[in-house]
């Protein structure tokens, strides 16, 4: 069965360079992300926002989220030319039409979800485009991670473990944001919400690395 699973993504030089790229850009963004809601939510940052100051984070969290969907819809489009290259591996038609799927509503969401808000601000903007802008959001997420689910059943064992340490991460990050809110209801220092909201960043940085890793491996 060996001859059945992927152990090769056949990435081309540049492919594997512009994934080295997108994961550096995920780093930086996730980073910039982290520092502006920080620094709205005064934790590390104590002196009184200013209205110009509030738009300022703003800006950065839009463009630093802008800039880490694109990292993930790049890595989706190589992930989708890889799969097209892999004939000789059955059962991955599905995958693929799963990432075509999370490519197209990466883009709508980058641009509804995220760029849009620089239109009409983060508060006046249209009913429409808040609504593409959460639903694209879900599907890209979903259909990306349905996709990589696919791909893993198809994964040689040296990948697979790769992919495995991808999906922990994973988990771990949206388990650490998911306790954000219900420990912000207690009564815990801010830097406790600091530290957990950091550290799911931190998984996420990881699990992106970890698929950049799975993609760019020969065995």
Known sequence: MREFLISDFRLTNKESGLLSAFSILFDFSLVALFLSIVNQSGVVFNAPLSANNITISDNVSIFSESFASLSCVGFMVILYRSLSRLTDIPRLKWAKILTLVGIVCGILYILTGKLALLVYGTESAPWVVDFLGVSTGRFCFI?????????????????????????????????????????????????????LLGGGFFCFMLAFAFFVRMMSLRV
């Open 143 to 195: 259909s990306m991670l349905v996709a990589l689910v696919s791909v893993q059943l198809r994964l040689s064992l040296p990948l697979h473990r790769v992919s495995r340490r991808g999906f922990l991460s994973l988990t771990f990050g949206i388990l650490l944001l998911v306790c954000v809110p219900f420990v912000g209801l207690m009564d815990v220092p801010e830097w406790v919400l600091t530290i």
